[in-house]
Nanobody, 123 residues
Framework: QVQLVESGGGSVQAGGSLRLSCAAS????????VGWFRQPAGKEREGVASTYTGGGKTYYADYVKGRFTIAQDAENTVYLQMNNLTPEDTAMYYCAAEFRGGTWRDTSAYDVWGQGTQVTVSP
């Protein structure tokens, strides 16, 4: 059964960068839609970016366009490069897989989630 593990989170100052990784076990991201979501404290989980591995459509939330990049860097890993971070990017970040179809931003469209990795950006 596929499992996802996020890594790469941490604490940075505004303007800094982090690279988050989503690693899958017993699974390869071969023509699969993979999403990155985040959940600030006290708020709902929201879509950050999603890619369809193998050259498919990639989506970004408007507030991360030009700053974040989602891509595959191994058969079983998808990363989220986060540049020019701001305090409003502070959240728990999750990766999601086993997309059933529909809107990429919908949390309910993904069957498998990682445990999350915390990103904290100080001013």
């Amino acid at each position: 059964q596929v499992q996802l593990v996020e890594s790469g989170g941490g604490s940075v100052q505004a303007g800094g960068s982090l690279r988050l990784s989503c690693a899958a076990s017993e699974y390869t991201f071969n023509r699969k839609r993979v999403g990155w979501f985040r959940q600030p404290a006290g708020k709902e989980r929201e879509g950050v970016a999603s890619t369809y591995t193998g050259g498919g459509k990639t989506y970004y939330a408007d507030y991360v366009k030009g700053r974040f990049t989602i891509a595959q860097d191994a058969e079983n890993t998808v990363y989220l490069q986060m540049n020019n971070l701001t305090p409003e990017d502070t959240a728990m970040y999750y990766c999601a897989a086993e997309f059933r179809g529909g809107t990429w931003r919908d949390t309910s469209a993904y069957d498998v989630w990682g445990q999350g990795t915390q990103v904290t950006v100080s001013p």
